[in-house]
């Protein structure tokens, strides 16, 4: 099973300014690596894919990059809906599609 | 525009057999390419990849659980079904489907479940 790590758990950032997630997985997904956020009682939304394409209607301060076993969510200008939980997931490696725990971005 | 939703009971006891329903439009799951997958989310928890089904009934199941899980779909009704035996209070979650094309494109709204006697 491949395990997908995220860091920090928890970022505190204030509106405007710019927040990097990390994600690394344990062994190599090449870059089969999506991003998912999801706000409180909602389900997740699809934000990036193949590390680093947007989804459709995904505004352009959501950026991917990364291959291989380390990958990096960047949020160019923090808006207040982009106050969520993010998640990456490799679909690279069947039987087990895996998510990461999360990270949390949070209004400083 | 693409919609999912998941229907089925809110209210299992263990040991019984959960069965889920994801209903759909806006696409077609005989068309190449395209699956539909089913995610859980314990309460306050991380996301869990359960099962997948693709147009042409390939199926893929998380190890963990492939002896308990069983897909199908119905591309008349536009509909995939999850089933899910001996449930467990550990199985208490949110239930989603999902649209695969790229990754987990667009997902269903999600359907609580909770399992106690």
């Known amino acids: 099973e491949i395990v997908m790590t995220q860091s920090p758990a928890t970022l505190s950032v204030s509106p405007g300014e710019r927040a990097t997630l990390s994600c690394r997985a344990s062994?190599?997904?090449?870059?089969?690596l999506a991003w998912y956020q999801q706000k409180p009682g909602q389900a997740p939304r699809l934000l990036i894919y193949?590390?680093?394409t947007r989804a459709t209607g995904i505004p352009a301060r959501f950026s991917g990059s990364g291959s291989g076993t380390e990958f990096t969510l960047t949020i160019s200008s923090l808006q207040s809906e982009d106050f969520a939980v993010y998640y990456c997931?490799?679909?690279?490696?069947?039987?087990?599609?895996?998510f990461g725990q999360g990270t949390k971005v949070e209004i400083k | 525009q693409i919609t999912l939703k998941e229907s089925g009971p809110t209210l299992v006891k263990p040991t019984q057999t959960l069965t889920l329903t994801c209903t759909f439009s806006?696409?077609?799951?005989?068309?190449?390419?395209?699956?539909v997958g089913w995610i859980r989310q314990p309460p306050g928890k991380a996301l869990e990849w359960l099962a997948l089904?693709?147009?042409?009934?390939?199926?893929r199941y998380s190890p963990s659980l492939k002896s308990r899980l069983t897909i199908t779909k119905d591309t008349s009704k536009n509909q995939v079904v999850l089933t899910m035996t001996n449930m467990d209070p550990v199985d208490t979650a949110t239930y989603y489907c999902?649209?695969?094309?790229?990754?987990?494109?667009?997902w269903g709204q999600g359907t609580l479940v909770t399992v106690s006697s």
């Open positions: 999902a649209q695969s094309i790229a990754a987990l494109d667009y």
């Open positions: 193949g590390a680093s």
């Open positions: 997931q490799q679909y690279n490696n069947w039987p087990l599609w895996t």
């Open positions: 089904i693709y147009w042409d009934d390939d199926k």
């Open positions: 806006g696409f077609s799951l005989s068309t190449s390419g395209v699956g």
């Open positions: 062994q190599s997904v090449s870059s089969n």
